[in-house]
């Protein structure tokens, strides 16, 4: 059969293979083509003959195969019709529907019924142990109620769930009842069972006792209950606070001639009560007798524990976390903080003391009173071993205190010899008073308050002393200097704010104070960086602080000058630009407006000069002086029309002022503490105040011929003293009239070339 699958090659049959394949056949090649088809066929039919005929009995099998699955089907389908039939008649489906539905609503209901009735047996049996409890309570069984709250709270929770039965709050309700009501038994048990007597001292233990005519119940059986419940803190917490107030705070006290005995009282061959009494027979003690105090309070420590937590360690350790944090705290408080050495010679004498409370805390944990694991419960020791510390910092302290009381108790108030120009201040000659200091970098004196050298004097003390100390003492010292000096800048802005708006000696005396600081902490570093432990060598640093200080200075001396400036403004301002002075209302307006000036600049000298360095002094006058100046002549050259008579009123005002203020330009000569003046120069109130030189040049221009005017700017002298070319032509059209001289002369000032 391989030939009915094989394609059959049309080529082949031909008898030449040479052909091309796109060249079309020939007649007689068709003819030939179709005669071997024809042959080729009829081989093809008879090998499918012979091929059915040797296989005629497996198409013959196949063949009955395939008719008995074609009836099988027409019988399926005939029964499938038949039960179509049968269910369209009867809707047998809708009924077994409905039986289902109903057998589950009916087990449905049955597992709820189960649920609930499980639901009724617990909360039956919840509220049975409940009613046990009180039970138990009433009988004394107190450990068996104890057992029973504990599991009860478990079963009943202690927060109420989301859509819980109502009865599951109502239980707990009940079992909250059930708790409070033996919580109270219990601490009622311990309030009898532990009294603090006042009178006579002493502390009385019960080891059987009843309350409210109940059965005689031990004390440890009491413990028991309180640790099944939990509330074993809650019990303790009021005999552990009587505890450490009548008790342990008397035996700390280092001024309490008392010891402690203990006492037993048996009743038919069993203990039923111990007796801690307070006995006053020891004699006051030191301050440094640490070995009395601890062993007073081990003594009581030990008597709570065989008394009340009966030896078991888990109570003990319950019992130290309540009262060990405030024990601690009264022992260093009371005794530790106050035997701390006041010198740094007498801190090895404190070791002694150290090594009484490391053994003291070392019997404590045996006792497990405090954890042996936690360091956090070696409070004494960690205070005791860092008494260094505690030393500078009670010293730091000190330190502050005093720097604190030196600027508030310090009135800042000039001595009477320094109200006025003092000449040994002046001149430089010696003066021993504490308020005169050098100012190292500035080769000058200034007058300071009492505060100020009270602080540095403080100041160089501690220095002098972190220079002898360990290192952890002299870092504390180091940081109390720095703060000690801060405090300087934080309190006296505040307290002498009102001072500071004012002209007065007060914020004249904080410009030197601040003066004086930062020239003092610049040579700190150089003083003693040198001596300085060499672990804090590289990180004590002052200079940080001399800028802020010399700033602060600087503020408070620019304030003071703007404020004396502001003042002769308002005062010249009364002058109304000096027009019109050749009317006498006008003059005499004018004259009072120079007098309030010099009266202000006589008021400023009397201040500034006793207390200034000269050379302050001296810069700060003269920017007041120029202001007052340069805005004298300014009015001046801005008037226009002057007549003769007001050209000479206005020189009489200038060469008023001028006489008038005389004493106080010659005192500006002086620069320096020896009071001589400056060589080599012909006018150093010039230099000082470049518009003097205006102002005089001003007075002499007022009756000045317009040609010598002329000749003055031509050469260079008008120039000189600060005149401009736009002053100078106003000025001669304000005085001389127009003509022919004028405009010839304006030509040439105009002309000049400089």
Known sequence: MDVLFNSINVRDLLSSHDLDESSPLSAPDLRLLIDRLQFQSLQIKSKVQAYLLSHHADFSELFSRCSESASRCEQISDSVSNLLALISDHPIDAEIRVAVSEIEKTMKELKAKRELLDLVKVIVELSERLKSVQEDLKNGRLISAAEAVRDLKKAVGTVAEEREPVVYGLLRKEWAECFEEIQGMLVKFMENAVRFEREPNKVRVKLRLSVDGTHEIELRTILEAMDVVGILDYGLAKVADLMVKHVIAPAVNCGSPISFTEELIQDSDQMTEMILKTVSCEPKLEKDDAEIIYSRIIMIIKFFYKSICFQNGSWMRCFGRLTWP??????????????VPDDASKLADFQKIIKCTSEFEIVLKEMMFISASDNKDERLSNFAENVEVHFASRKKTEILAKARNFLLQCDFAVPQEYTRTSPKLKYGGENSSDHVVDLLFLSERCVVSEAASQLMALVHRTLQDVCLSSVKVALEFYHATRDAILLYEAVIPVKLERQLNGINQVAVLIHNDCLYLSQEILGLAFEYRSEFPSAIREHAVFLDMAPRFHLMAEQVLQRQIQLVIFNLKEAIDGADGFQNTHQMQKFESAKFSIDQVVFILEKVHIIWEPVLPPSTYKRSMSMVLES???????????????????????????????????SLLESLIVVNQKGTSQEGFAHPLDDLIPSLRKTRKVADLLDMPLKSITTAWESGELISCGFTLSEMEDFIKAIFADSPLRKECLWRIESANF
Not at 327 to 339: G, P, Q, R, W, Y
Not at 628 to 653: G, H, N, P, Y
Request: charged letters at 25%; glycine letters at 0%; hydrophobic letters at 55%.
């Open 628 to 662: 007052v100046f340069s805005r004298m002549t300014k009015d001046i050259l801005l008037l226009d029309d002057l007549a003769a008579e007001e050209t000479l009123q206005l020189q009489r005002l200038i060469h008023l002022m001028l006489e008038s203020l005389s």
């Open 326 to 339: 405030r024990i601690a705290e009264i022992i260093i408080s009371n005794f530790l903080s106050k035997v």
